[in-house]
């Protein structure tokens, strides 16, 4: 296993369209989590799973996000009616139980939304 | 919310310079982290520590927890041209065992050779 991959590396894509990204988490890590980086800021927390469920979800998370995990293993997030303001990198990561020290990231999402 | 106010916010030095940087706040953490980050990539992990007063090495990195649990920093000795980058301290709350970290807006770090 080569670390936290996400799919795609780059979106661009229309106001109003919805997108949806993908993050496959280390094989053996039980928490996957997903973050949000704006230029010049650091990556804020959006949500996390612990297997399959979505135990903590941020406010920034409107009602146009929404993530899922099925079986406990990849991840998707879907952004419904995307607005320019969704412009950042989305990051994924994932870690076993409370291993922060196996806390990994994946290389991210860059969404431009035009 | 929680903010971690990370300190300076970018430097530009000469190869060879040691190169500190670091966070606070008014909230305590239970772990710190620091980050390194490449344009384009996700933040790469360089140290964490987990206990008040922790110091930690990583080759040429340091890196301490600070006893108030509100504040680290991280040291560069013999800075190199690989070493630029952003570099990010990130930390978990005290009562938070959920993994959720918490970001410094990053030290944007310049090494002129």
């Known amino acids: 296993d080569t670390g936290v991959s996400q799919d795609p590396r780059h979106k661009i894509t229309k106001r109003g369209q919805n997108v949806t990204f993908r993050c496959d988490p280390i094989s053996e890590h039980n928490r996957l989590y997903w973050y949000r980086q704006t230029l010049g800021q650091g990556p804020e927390f959006l949500t996390y799973f612990q297997n399959e469920a979505q135990l903590e979800k941020s406010r920034l998370l409107s009602d146009r996000f929404s993530a899922e995990r099925p079986k406990g293993s990849f991840s998707t997030l879907e952004i419904q009616r995307t607005e320019q303001g969704d412009s950042a990198m989305y990051l994924c990561?994932?870690?076993?139980?409370?291993?922060?020290?196996?806390?990994?990231f994946g290389s991210g999402t860059r969404l431009t939304v035009v | 919310g929680q903010q971690l106010n990370q300190s300076p916010q970018s430097m530009f030095i000469q190869e060879g310079e040691d190169v500190s940087m670091n966070c606070t706040s008014s909230?305590?953490?239970?772990?710190w982290l620091w980050y390194k980050q490449d344009p384009g990539e996700g933040p790469v992990l360089l140290i964490a520590l987990y206990k008040a007063g922790e110091l930690t090495s990583n080759g040429r990195l340091t890196a301490q927890f600070g006893i108030t649990r509100k504040d680290s920093f991280l040291n560069i000795s013999a800075s190199i041209p690989s070493d630029v980058g952003i570099y990010f301290c990130?930390?978990?709350?005290?009562?938070?065992?959920?993994?959720?970290?918490?970001f410094g807006q990053g030290t944007t770090l310049q090494v002129k050779p």
């Open positions: 909230s305590i953490f239970n772990t």
């Open positions: 990130a930390g978990q709350l005290l009562r938070s065992n959920t993994g959720k970290l918490i």
């Open positions: 990561a994932s870690s076993l139980g409370t291993e922060i020290n196996g806390y990994t």
